[in-house]
């Protein structure tokens, strides 16, 4: 079995051990959470949802910026959602909600969420396929799928890897942000 080091330096699911490391705020050079928030084009009373949160840098920024709305996040590890809960909760963060999600479908009603957003998290989904076409259900129309990737994450996608699997799926090109290592692709449900 792959010891928890090799799997923080190759492909696949980035373990829960090193979660620490997502929380370096070093991480601002490349997306800070304040240059997301404008990217995901929030409203107060939007339902937002963070797939792989991980122990959720981005988070609680996100659901401050909905105080009417829920940003409900859903991740494959439960150790990474207790971090972030935990984490939240000390800032008294608390129009979030958690789902442990089983890797191939989601219990949420279909229309449901105006934003959908994962950084640093596709490349690692294994039926990404099936998550596409349950973001497509679950997403209400015209919403945002906001996709952000960064160097150095072994299981970065490219911009056209991107593209090819979201367009396949219904959805249409909205906007780009930054650059070929590090940037944000915004996919509308049409
Ligand atoms: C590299 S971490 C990024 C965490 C966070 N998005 C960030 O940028 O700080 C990837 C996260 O995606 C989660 N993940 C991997 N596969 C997943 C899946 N199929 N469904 C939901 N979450 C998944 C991992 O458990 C991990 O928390």
Same mark, same amino acid.
């Given at each position: 079995?792959?010891?928890?080091?090799?799997?923080?330096?190759?492909?696949?699911?980035?373990?829960?051990?090193?979660?620490?490391?997502?929380?370096?705020?070093?991480?601002?050079?490349?997306?800070?959470?304040?240059?997301?928030?404008?990217?995901?084009?929030?409203?107060?009373?939007?339902?937002?949802?963070? =797939?792989?949160?991980?122990?959720?840098?981005?988070?609680?920024?996100?659901?401050?910026? /909905?105080?009417?709305? =829920?940003? +409900?996040?859903?991740?494959?590890?439960?150790?990474?959602?207790?971090?972030?809960?935990?984490?939240?909760?000390?800032?008294?963060?608390?129009?979030?909600?958690?789902?442990?999600?089983?890797?191939?479908?989601?219990?949420?009603?279909?229309?449901?969420?105006?934003? =959908?957003?994962?950084? +640093?998290?596709?490349?690692?989904?294994?039926?990404?396929?099936?998550?596409?076409?349950?973001?497509?259900?679950?997403?209400?129309?015209?919403?945002?799928?906001? =996709?952000?990737?960064?160097?150095?994450?072994?299981?970065?996608?490219?911009?056209?890897? /991107?593209?090819?699997?979201?367009?396949?799926?219904?959805?249409?090109?909205?906007?780009?942000?930054? +650059?070929?290592?590090?940037? +944000?692709?915004?996919?509308?449900?049409?």
């Amino acid at each position: 079995m792959n010891s928890v080091f090799d799997r923080f330096a190759k492909k696949g699911v980035f373990p829960y051990q090193f979660a620490f490391t997502l929380l370096i705020p070093l991480r601002n050079l490349f997306l800070s959470p304040k240059k997301l928030i404008q990217r995901l084009e929030l409203k107060e009373n939007y339902n937002v949802l963070e =797939i792989g949160p991980g122990p959720g840098y981005f988070s609680a920024k996100v659901a401050k910026s /909905i105080p009417h709305g =829920i940003l +409900t996040l859903t991740d494959i590890q439960k150790e990474m959602l207790d971090i972030a809960k935990k984490r939240l909760s000390k800032k008294n963060i608390f129009n979030v909600e958690y789902h442990l999600c089983n890797g191939i479908d989601f219990p949420f009603e279909s229309n449901k969420f105006d934003v =959908i957003y994962m950084v +640093t998290v596709l490349g690692e989904i294994e039926n990404k396929q099936q998550y596409v076409k349950e973001f497509y259900r679950i997403m209400c129309p015209n919403g945002n799928l906001s =996709i952000s990737e960064q160097a150095g994450d072994p299981d970065k996608m490219s911009i056209d890897e /991107i593209k090819n699997l979201l367009l396949d799926s219904g959805f249409e090109f909205d906007k780009f942000y930054g +650059t070929e290592n590090n940037f +944000t692709i915004n996919f509308r449900k049409k």
